[in-house]
């Protein structure tokens, strides 16, 4: 396992923008694919966008497809999201996690690192 450290998130009017940050400790970062996830009051943890160990395969929810953008840093074994054209229903407690695996998934039993979660606000 990994240990994950989640940063960047905060109160934003809606059309604003956020990037969130997850620094990682341990020596094999690169073998982990990434995901993160968000988890709003009352609702279940869903995944927003997940890359690959090489960072050239990403996936996206719908929700978020076209306004979100993962990516990685393997040499400062950092995993980031940039959120853009913010919505308020993007309010919600963000968690990244590794799972070890080098292919993208969007499996929630395949992560098995979870960070302690950055809360993310969108006003209207």
């Known amino acids: 396992q990994v240990q994950l450290v989640e940063s960047g998130g905060g109160l934003v009017q809606a059309g604003g923008s956020l990037r969130l940050s997850c620094a990682a400790s341990?020596?094999?970062?690169?073998?982990?694919?990434m995901g993160w996830f968000r988890q709003a009051p009352g609702k279940e943890r869903e995944l927003v966008a997940a890359?690959?160990?090489?960072?050239?395969?990403?996936y996206y929810a719908d929700s978020v497809n076209g306004r979100f953008t993962i990516d990685r840093d393997n040499v400062k074994n950092t995993v980031y999201l940039q959120m853009n054209s913010l919505k308020p229903d993007d309010t919600a407690v963000y968690y990244c996690a590794a799972a070890p695996t080098v292919v993208v998934t969007t499996r929630l039993d395949d992560y098995d690192s979870w960070g302690q979660g950055t809360q993310v606000t969108v006003s209207s």
């Open positions: 890359i690959s160990w090489s960072g050239r395969s990403t």
């Open positions: 341990g020596r094999t970062f690169s073998r982990y694919a």
